[in-house]
């Protein structure tokens, strides 16, 4: 390994830039950027260093690696990092027993074939581009990494594939309570053929709690969000009621409520969960009566008041009487009397239950959590992609760390890596004789007989640290 001489080497350039800096030859952005070329130049090539080391340990440690034989070495291979690109070069190898080739340095550290990305810039990209178009991720990155190879492809590949990321994770202890509330709502979107989509949200919470600042907000808020179309709509309330089994003691829940605009996939929903009560949205029965009797506010109150003391004949006959005399608004005004008539069980919910029931905001949910990124402004999708950006939405809008999980993911299925004791003891032979040199004087870093300053007693403090 080098790691010694890289990292003695990269010492030094950087103190020459901080004597630069203090001699008045850089600004000091100058020598922010200076030093972060520096550092990750740094990055790459220790990361480099090991990788081929990590190599070199797999080739020598047989136990390990039993039955698989070298049938070709020396073969490069160049990964993204947060440092930049980075270039290696592994051993492909051929099991004995099974014929399965592979290049076990990749297994080890956990980059898979034809993968050009590794994890932890993946999941800077996937955390990112949650809020972030795949240009402006790509750009993003590009200035944080410096000279990392992305492009706005690169990113989109990389969300695609993206494994789904848990909901949640089963509690030890499941709580109980009597009520639970669910809201549901769709984002059309539009995709690249020119057509259009609905990109499903479901959330499920525990009713509203009052914050700090005198507003509301969910208490325990679990959303699920994705495209579903057809048979697929039982895959989602089917996830939504396995959080339930996994969160809550089902038995003990007297009562859910799902609120929704009345379309087919949110009553059923209603139909596939135990104890539920449907309850319409208001806002979107409002829309309907607006778009009939438009400004008509007597009407309106009339029709509403109706509407809540379960006076349905009153309804149509308010309705059927506005279509005789509102001619040019006839098809909004039968529009509203089967909308009305078709959600009636969602509508008398609100005085059967009303000692339960609070407000919806399903439509401001649906635009903090989907449209801020899936629909506002000219942008389209493909169906696989706005599917998964669903999903990655709806777990961050959960409170879940997107980069936290997808590292998590990764990690688990890789074991801990560690050098030969020969290659360990040889390197802290270096670094020991690279601080006595240090200490001696002879070779001294020049700034530690510079005045004392912050730099030069951190840069003790760390020799004295290493207590080598």
Known sequence: MELIRLVMDKFLLVEEKIFKLLDGSYTYPEFEQELKEVLSDLGKDVCQDVLNELDEKIYKDKDKRKDWKVVQKGCKRTIVTPFGDVNYERRYYKNKSTGKRAYLLDNAIGIEKHERIDTALRADIVDISTNLSYQKTKDELTRYTGKASLSRQTVMNTIRKTKQIASNEKVNAKKTVNTLYIEADEDHIHLQNGKSCEVKLVYVHEGKKETLKGRYALKNPMYFSGIYEKEEIEDLW????????????????ERIYIFGDGAKWIK???DYLPNTVYVLDLFHLQKYITSALKDDKKSKKK??????????????????????????????????????????????????YKDEIIG????????HVLSERLSRGPISWSKAGAHKMGKLRAAKASGISVKDAILKERYKSLEPISLLPDVISYEKQKLKKATSMIRAGGTSLPILNYKKSFTSDAIKSLLESCNI
């Open 238 to 253: 089917e996830k939504v009621w396995e959080y339930i089994k996994d969160t809550y003691e089902e038995d003990k829940i």
């Open 268 to 270: 059923f929903g209603v």
């Open 303 to 352: 029709l509403l008041k109706a509407i809540f003391k379960k006076d349905i004949q009153t309804v149509n006959d308010i309705l059927n009487e506005k279509l005789k005399t509102q001619i040019e608004s006839k098809d909004q005004i039968e529009k509203c009397i089967t909308y009305v008539n078709s959600n009636l069980d969602g509508i008398l919910s609100y005085s059967i």
């Open 360 to 367: 919806c905001s399903a439509e401001s949910h649906v635009s």
